[in-house]
């Protein structure tokens, strides 16, 4: 088993920045690509951004130029650096790790993001 643990999430005015950590723990060799997903309330869940273990990373629309993702294999975590938030930005964010040899995707528990003045 894989467990994930975010942080980094808060309140924050538009313009600001957050950076969101990762911890993934468990089962770690199992790790395949990892990302980040976001739901505010009454949406679906949609996602953010991935990486692969080798650094390949892929964006949603929304957020490129303005969110990084990047990632430390060695310590286990993946992070979401995220620059000039916007209010339509406020979602819980949710880390994700997929499985290299089974179907099947780890949750972390999520952190909320608000972006409000």
């Known amino acids: 088993q894989v467990q994930l643990v975010e942080s980094g999430g808060g309140l924050v005015q538009p313009g600001g920045s957050l950076r969101l950590s990762c911890v993934a723990s468990g089962n770690i060799f199992r790790i395949n690509s990892m990302g980040w997903y976001r739901q505010a309330p009454g949406n679906q869940r949609e996602l953010v951004a991935t990486i692969t273990p080798g650094g390949t990373t892929n964006y949603a629309d929304s957020v490129k130029g303005r969110f990084t993702i990047s990632r430390d294999n060695a310590k286990n975590t993946v992070f979401l650096q995220m620059n000039s938030l916007k209010p339509e930005d406020t979602a819980v964010y949710y880390c994700?790790?997929?499985?290299?040899?089974?179907?099947?995707?780890?949750w972390g528990q999520g952190t909320q993001v608000t972006v409000s003045s």
């Open positions: 994700n790790a997929d499985d290299l040899w089974i179907t099947t995707r780890y």
